[in-house]
């Protein structure tokens, strides 16, 4: 018998979060040659359902007006999910669903859905990096990781952002009929087995902005204009007019963070760029971006950015070299 995949879409959806992860389940009943899944869009109201790119589906059913028991039930997320009041009506259904289903879980920001429901309370879980500070907020009592690209917990499977849903069902389809079967799935759908690092290499929440007091931003700009320079506290508080312990003091409490770790972050945003803009190799960057040394640039990268500065190069170099 077809394990039902039911993925729940709300108004507005996005819709790669709906589309991906489905397209993953009928591929793999196209690797082993049956209807080992059956696929269903449920929506939370009837007829066509906008997505957030302004394209239509048409869902297969109403969340409420069937008790029709599925296998694997996915929650996708919309850009305005963390704000969408949904129905309490709807919200009973879908804790019922997920209570009965072998598994559940949500897509991107989908998970502000679940956590209405209560059932992520005391869980681990993960979502779009742009919005898990928002969800611990709402939600003190939910253990947000956010680098991770899925994570599960029991029966619960939460992923981050957007793409991250097709790495989700991936590992749900390995679960279900092996590594061979989403080994193939992966290759037809050219996509990675395991895509290396996490949400960190994507994430732009870290980056150093000017802050604080005028003469405190003016001292920030100063650094993203010099990142090889020699950015010690005794250095920024000259510039400031401070003596280095009342820079140290004031950068501190108003900008959040110690002046060393704003340096290290506004160098770590200037590799990216210089990376991104296929401009040489970690070598050459450590020293335009002030590191002394490509090890201490290496270790700083991976801690920021989740992944080695030659594994985020390749990633810029092959998209500059399309021959």
């Given at each position: 018998m077809a394990?039902?995949?039911?993925?729940?879409?709300?108004?507005?959806?996005?819709?790669?979060d709906v589309s991906g992860p489905l397209d993953v389940f009928a591929q793999a009943n196209i690797e082993t040659g049956s209807a080992y899944y059956a696929l269903q869009v449920i929506a939370c109201m009837r007829g066509p359902l906008t997505s957030s790119s302004g394209v239509r589906l048409l869902p297969d059913r109403v969340a409420g007006e069937s008790d029709e028991r599925v296998d694997t039930l996915l929650v996708a997320g919309a850009p305005h999910a963390a704000d969408y009041a949904m129905p309490a009506a709807t919200l009973a259904w879908l804790r019922g669903m997920a209570v009965r289903a072998r598994r559940y879980g949500s897509v991107c920001t989908g998970a502000f859905v679940l956590a209405a429901t209560g059932l992520l309370k005391g869980k681990h879980i993960t979502t779009h990096w742009a919005a898990a500070a928002r969800l611990g907020q709402d939600h003190p009592s939910i253990s947000v990781d956010?680098?991770?690209?899925?994570?599960r917990d029991g029966k619960l499977r939460t992923a981050a952002g957007v793409t991250a849903g097709l790495d989700l069902s991936l590992a749900l389809v390995e679960e279900d009929l092996g590594r061979d079967i989403a080994m193939r799935v992966a290759s037809q759908l050219v996509m990675f087995f395991k895509r290396p690092g996490g949400q960190m290499q994507f994430s732009r929440s870290g980056e150093a902005r000017p802050a604080g007091?005028?003469?405190l931003q003016e001292v920030q700009?100063?650094?993203?204009?010099?990142?090889?320079?020699?950015?010690?506290v005794a250095e920024l508080a000259e510039r400031a007019g401070l003596s280095p312990r009342h820079f140290a003091r004031l950068f501190h409490a108003e900008v959040g963070s110690t002046p060393a770790a704003w340096v290290e972050a506004a160098r770590i945003a200037a590799a990216r760029g210089l990376f991104e803009a296929a401009h040489g190799a970690p070598k050459q960057v450590a020293a335009r971006c002030g590191f002394q040394n490509v090890d201490t640039f290496r270790r700083a990268f991976v801690k920021h950015v989740g992944v080695t500065p030659a594994e985020y190069r390749k990633r810029y170099l092959l998209a500059a070299d399309p021959g």
């Open positions: 394990k039902t995949v039911a993925v729940l879409a709300l108004p507005g959806v996005q819709l790669l956010e680098d991770a690209l899925y994570v007091r005028s003469v700009r100063w650094i993203v204009a010099h990142p090889e320079l020699d950015h010690s």
